[in-house]
């Protein structure tokens, strides 16, 4: 069963920087697309970008330009690097699995959800 652990969320100010990541244990993540998604209270669940296995890249509107995503195959983890961040950007922030080949921002086509992080940032 694969399991996903996100980590490194945490309390910032506007314009600091988080490191996000995620562990997949239990399986290879390397035949899959990962993502992160983030929700913040009261609002949907929305994705910020995925990565592909060839590293093909996606970012939605609001993180582009600030927000890297990466894997690391070796350590079966995926990262989010987020740079000048913004008090809108507080949220819980998940990782998951793609179901399909093509990017979705469906979260139905998405699975094996971990816990999430919470990453909070003051004005």
């Known amino acids: 069963q694969v399991q996903l652990a996100e980590s490194g969320g945490g309390l910032v100010q506007a314009g600091d920087s988080l490191r996000l990541s995620c562990v997949v244990s239990?399986?290879?993540?390397?035949?899959?697309?990962m993502g992160w998604f983030r929700q913040a209270p009261g609002k949907e669940r929305t994705l910020l970008s995925s990565i592909d296995l060839s590293g093909f890249t996606y970012y939605s509107d609001p993180v582009k330009g600030r927000f890297t995503i990466s894997r690391d195959a070796a350590k079966n983890t995926v990262y989010l690097q987020m740079n000048s961040l913004k008090s809108e950007d507080t949220a819980v922030y998940y990782c998951?699995?793609?179901?399909?080949?093509?990017?979705?921002?469906?979260?139905?086509?998405?699975?094996?959800w971990g816990q999430g992080t919470q990453v909070t940032v003051s004005a």
């Open positions: 239990g399986r290879n993540f390397g035949n899959f697309r």
């Open positions: 998951a699995i793609s179901t399909t080949i093509f990017i979705s921002t469906d979260i139905g086509d998405w699975r094996s």
